[in-house]
């Protein structure tokens, strides 16, 4: 899978709904906004991106040092339409909320 959602934040009265993913390197702003809007039917209104390099670790043992290096990585920013205001993250149940505040009330 080429996409791997890092967060999200539902939309306010001011900023539209944003989610983080982190996709492949060689992965363009176009294709990140062809592959959301295709296989998830998703309204992208605008997509930035950031790449980053792999850390690199040293390992040592008795003899010797051993160096390696993560992967390179890249993030994709993306900003939906207006139309989605929430991206369904998340779910609240009154059942348990309610249960919750009682067992808050029992321990006074």
Known sequence: MPMTLVSARNATETHAATAIFRVLPKMTKHEV?????????????????????????????????????????????VTFDDSIQDLGLGA?????????????????
């Not at 003899?63 to 993560?70: E, T, W």
């Not at 609240?92 to 006074?108: H, S």
């Open 33 to 77: 906004k062809e592959y959301l809007t295709k296989l998830y039917d998703l309204p992208v209104a605008k997509v930035r991106t950031m790449n980053y390099m792999g850390k690199r670790k040293r390992a040592t043992g008795k003899r010797k040092v051993m160096y390696y290096k993560y992967r390179d990585f890249k993030k994709a920013v």
């Open 92 to 108: 609240r149940i009154p059942e348990l909320e309610e249960l919750e505040q009682q067992q808050e009330q029992d321990k006074y």
